[in-house]
């Protein structure tokens, strides 16, 4: 098929990049809604209204919007057609806009759909922008109506309202739950990778089923391809760029070891400095400490040297006046007996 032709835009949606079944996107509502074939489909087709015309809108007005404000004008233009749909729904079908619930104002942040319009719809022209949203829609509606018959059937023994097993059939009543969502999706992926499988080994190339590329980026034209946004790390089949990256990842190591041993360095060096310091703080301060002492001690030393020099003036003192006291005790007796004499 040619690229970007109406017909590769729908197989592509349907079969190739299924949302649910291949990229598994829009989890929320698929396991969320689907307890019927009728919730499922009217889930499915509301979404596929809002993605084909919100793709058609935002690919005739991508030479305008401003690259850096691009995903809150693709959110506006979502927005608006949800709105209008929801309205639709109040008016013309109030009980599935009653089992739909929340799920319909949600669809304003499906990654479904911001994620066509950020990878195709925003890079290529109206047309096939609008099909790549048709078919993404045709594929998501597909999977959610398979899925919601599957649990249906199961749980309540009837599809799309329409009584199918037999009277006497017991009801799983954990499909029409929570769990049974997931255990329907994973049903269905199983079946599709055996499919794969089988076609694998009879020589058919399905390298575009489940991935929706060649992996070869590097020389990849189509602009479509989901990997570009959604899987843009994925490791590609070419030599060369393989070769690049391993010579860049091993070079990278190095440097942060080198990096690594710098730090190191610089930690143990600043770390030895300011042991140092420390050391040399701690030093003069004991040092200082034994000066004062030294100093204090000196002065006890004076002090107590000039406490004992008066000590010994005074006992001098003393010793002398003793000694005049006596010399005169002694010239008045010999005054005192010559006068009696």
Not at 126 to 153: C, H, K, N, Q, Y
Not at 206 to 226: L, M, N, P, W, Y
């Given at each position: 098929m040619k690229q970007n032709s109406v017909a590769e835009r729908l197989f592509n949606g349907v079969i190739k990049e299924n949302p649910t079944l291949v990229l598994t996107l829009g989890m929320c509502p698929t396991l969320a809604v689907t307890t019927s074939a009728m919730n499922g489909l009217g889930m499915g087709l509301t979404t596929t209204a809002v993605l084909a015309l919100s793709n058609l809108i935002i690919s005739l007005l991508r030479k305008f919007i401003p690259n850096r404000v691009r995903i809150p004008a693709f959110i506006v233009i979502v927005a608006s057609f949800v709105t209008m749909v929801q309205l639709l729904l109040e008016a013309y079908l109030p009980s599935l806009n009653v089992a739909l619930g929340?799920?319909?104002?949600?669809?304003?942040?499906?990654?479904?759909?911001?994620?066509?319009?950020?990878?195709?719809?925003?890079?290529?022209?109206?047309?096939?922008?609008?099909?790549?949203?048709?078919?993404?829609?045709?594929?998501?509606?597909?999977?959610?109506?398979?899925?919601?018959?599957?649990?249906?059937?199961?749980?309540?023994?009837?599809?799309?309202?329409?009584?199918?097993?037999?009277?006497g059939y017991v009801n799983i009543n954990i499909f029409v739950l929570a769990p049974g969502a997931f255990f329907v999706l994973a049903m269905?992926?199983?079946?599709?990778?055996?499919?794969?499988?089988?076609?694998?080994?009879?020589?058919?190339?399905?390298?575009?089923?489940?991935?929706?590329?060649?992996?070869?980026?590097?020389?990849?034209?189509?602009?479509?391809?989901?990997?570009?946004?959604?899987?843009?790390?994925?490791?590609?089949?070419?030599?060369?760029?393989?070769?690049a990256k391993k010579e860049k990842t091993a070079a990278k190591p190095e440097k942060a070891e080198d990096k690594t041993e710098e730090k190191t360095e610089e930690k143990i060096g600043a770390k030895a400095e300011k042991n140092a310091d420390a050391k040399a703080e701690k030093n003069a301060d004991a040092k200082a400490e034994e000066n004062a002492e030294e100093e204090v001690k000196a002065d006890e030393q004076a002090d107590s040297s000039d406490r004992s020099a008066e000590t010994i003036n005074e006992s001098a003192d003393a010793v002398k006046e003793t000694e005049e006291a006596e010399e005169n005790a002694q010239a008045e007796g010999w005054e005192g007996g010559e006068k009696d004499e």
């Open positions: 929340v799920y319909i104002p949600l669809i304003v942040v499906n990654c479904i759909i911001l994620g066509r319009a950020e990878s195709y719809a925003y890079h290529n022209p109206p047309i096939p922008s609008f099909f790549d949203g048709l078919g993404m829609g045709i594929g998501f509606s597909i999977a959610l109506t398979i899925i919601g018959a599957v649990r249906e059937l199961l749980g309540t023994g009837a599809v799309f309202g329409y009584h199918i097993l037999p009277d269905l992926t199983a079946i599709q990778n055996f499919v794969k499988n089988k076609l694998a080994a009879k020589g058919k190339d399905v390298s575009k089923v489940g991935s929706g590329c060649s992996e070869d980026c590097a020389s990849c034209s189509d602009t479509a391809c989901s990997k570009r946004f959604y899987d843009a790390g994925a490791p590609v089949k070419n030599p060369e760029v393989n070769a």
